[in-house]
């Protein structure tokens, strides 16, 4: 009976921990990621001449 009622609640823990799991994937996978666009070569342009005249 013990042994029964212990089993049980191993087989819950890993189907809990597995179902976790499984939607932290899902949910990593349906985020959209993006990128920060390029800076503008006039701006790159006027960041490099200022440090040049220092």
Avoid: Q, R, W
Avoid at 6 to 21: E, T
Avoid at 32 to 46: F, I, Q, R
Wanted: hydrophobic fraction near 45%.
């Amino acid at each position: 009976m013990t042994f029964t009622i212990i089993m049980i609640v191993c087989i819950a823990i890993v189907l809990g921990i597995a179902a976790m799991f499984g939607f932290a994937v899902s949910k990593g996978y349906d985020y959209k990621h993006t990128v920060d666009p390029l800076p503008d070569d006039v701006e790159s342009e006027n960041i490099e001449n200022d440090h040049n005249k220092s």
